[in-house]
């Protein structure tokens, strides 16, 4: 068995794609991530972890950013190949625009949400003509690295915290045989609207827990996001391996309850293996670019990273896949300070559930960019984002995109500076409203911080205004429920009516609109009320002068 995992390696073909990627270039090979064929709706969270990457070492990657153990915010932490990082042949070169006594890869390229909304490979929109969509195409900087066209980008210095040795062809210094894992921090803020989750994990092999299929989702060929999935899993680990981890974990967790942080797990990758296959995938195909794609349990949890493939894998080609095992990694002691700082037993038993970030601790919250429909990378087209104290929007340029439906909400105050502005169509509503900090469980479970105002489930939201704020017209948008007479009336924070835009009788069910000059408001923040039969429903809308 171990003389075929040393020779497999003489063979293998790295996933990074070329410097001169090109949109499409993976055409038909694995479906996109929400076709309708594979039940998108599954992947709808973990999707929002998964990224494009190229930290200037020859190609682009995929990367994943990882949840951690602890309060408040996730830290900005991906997990990667290790050769997505290193230039040369399997990845034993340098580091490109490296600082090694901070640690810090300069000006790395992040690609958020780089998906075709139905599968259609010529179906992704393009940020330099929001109405256009992208086919075969892209703007690339000085050193051909794409920078242009994408609606999610993010150039950020990323900080190296762990990377594993180079051993492909060599046993090398703790008989890995090649994990090929990198984690890494990003180091300037994502932005809010960019909607991503932190992904899960696992950090076992107990093949109870691993029941198939497992996905990975991936940029190949530096193309949209795809998904490829499998059913079978190769040899995970030696007989020796999995004794010695049964007995330094209970070791371990008896050391705990004396308060000492150790890990003599990480004497067990001496006898073990580093990596784990794929013999085959039954959707999809692995190509470059796919490097450092997450593999996930049915559940989403991470437990391995891609790294390479037997031959170079095309469409209907059939070969051994080859994952860097997420369990050696986490059993190092620097790693596992990383993403268990606390060092909770039960997570190391059992794992840890993705995560969304559902309320921002930053005071204030600042707001920039371009915010598009949400539609375009997935079903749920609303977007929310919630401040714990206060929100300022539009310091630079905010601009809401036609079509955009994007909820702020902060418990203190939203202001609205001169760079924010919002197309016609656009839905931008504005709350001073309590922020909900809510774990949503990827297993259907939640689970909520101790210190955590959990919101009441609402009714059902038939009510809008756009664009929101508003400086000359708004217009309503309204549903009604049952035929009746419907009221929509507009008043202050007080509840005192200031105008009634309608009170009519509506003989059919269905959605209506209605404008309303705000020309005799002045600036301030108003409420707007629908009242039909017995449904009532009010929420807030921002007047700017």
């Not at 599968?119 to 051909?144: E, H, L, Y």
């Amino acid at each position: 068995m171990k003389k075929i995992y040393i020779l497999v390696p003489f063979f293998l073909y790295l996933g990074t794609h070329q410097l001169f990627a090109q949109f499409g270039d993976d055409a038909n090979c694995s479906p996109g991530i929400n076709s309708p064929d594979h039940n998108p709706s599954k992947y709808s969270d973990w999707k929002r972890a998964v990224l494009r990457f190229d930290a200037g070492a020859g190609g682009s990657c995929t990367a994943t950013l990882i949840n951690q153990t602890g309060s408040g915010r996730p830290r900005q932490l991906m997990i990667t190949a290790r050769h997505c990082i290193r230039m040369g042949d399997r990845g034993a070169g340098p580091i490109v625009n490296y600082d090694p006594i901070n640690r810090i890869i300069q000006r790395a390229q992040l690609i958020f949400n780089f998906e075709s909304p139905n599968g259609d490979n010529n179906a992704v929109p393009n940020n330099d003509t929001p109405t256009a969509f992208i086919s075969n195409r892209g703007n690339r900087d000085a050193d051909f690295r794409v920078i242009n066209g994408f609606r999610y980008p993010l150039i950020s210095d990323v900080r190296l915290l762990y990377e594993t040795p180079v051993s492909f062809l060599n046993v090398g210094e703790d008989n890995a045989l090649g994990r090929d894992i990198a984690i890494l921090e990003i180091l300037t803020p994502i932005p809010p609207h960019y909607n991503v989750n932190y992904i899960g994990w696992f950090p076992g092999l107990d093949m109870a827990v691993l029941s198939p299929p497992f996905s990975m989702l991936h940029h190949p060929g530096g193309d949209t996001k795809k998904l490829s999935r499998s059913a079978l899993i190769g040899v995970i680990s030696t007989p020796e391996a999995r004794v010695c981890r049964r007995i330094t974990r209970v070791a371990d967790f008896f050391l705990s309850l004396f308060r000492v942080r150790w890990v003599s797990e990480t004497i067990c990758n001496k006898i073990d293996i580093g990596q784990f296959n794929l013999p085959v995938f039954s959707v999809g195909a692995a190509r470059g670019g796919s490097s450092g794609s997450p593999l996930l349990t049915t559940n989403g949890k991470l437990i391995g990273v891609y790294s390479a493939n037997l031959f170079n894998q095309e469409c209907n080609i059939a070969g051994p896949n080859f994952f860097g095992k997420f369990q050696n990694v986490y059993s190092e002691f620097k790693v596992r300070r990383e993403l268990n700082p606390n060092f909770n037993e039960l997570v190391n038993f059992r794992g840890l559930e993705g995560e969304d970030i559902n309320c921002y601790t930053d005071n204030p919250l600042v707001l920039n960019g371009n915010y598009f429909p949400a539609r375009d990378y997935q079903p749920q087209n609303r977007i929310a984002i919630s401040a714990e104290q206060r929100i300022v929007a539009g310091t630079t340029n905010l601009r809401v995109f036609n079509g955009a439906d994007f909820v702020i909400s902060a418990s203190q105050a939203i202001t609205f500076e001169p760079g924010f502005t919002a197309d016609a169509g656009a839905i931008f509503e504005a709350r001073i409203a309590p922020c909900g900090i809510t774990r949503q469980a990827h297993d259907g479970h939640q689970s909520t911080p101790p210190h955590a105002q959990v919101v009441p489930e609402t009714k059902p939201d038939r009510l809008n205004a756009y664009p929101n704020p508003a400086s000359g017209e708004v217009t309503f948008r309204y549903s009604i429920p049952e035929t009746g007479t419907a009221t929509l009336t507009v008043s202050d924070l007080t509840g005192r009516v200031l105008a009634t835009v309608l009170n009519e009788k509506h003989e059919w069910v269905g959605e209506y609109e209605r404008a309303f000059s705000t020309a005799k408001l002045p600036a301030g923040v108003y409420l707007y009320t629908l009242r039909v039969g017995s449904f009532q429903q009010t929420k807030r809308f921002v007047v700017l002068r």
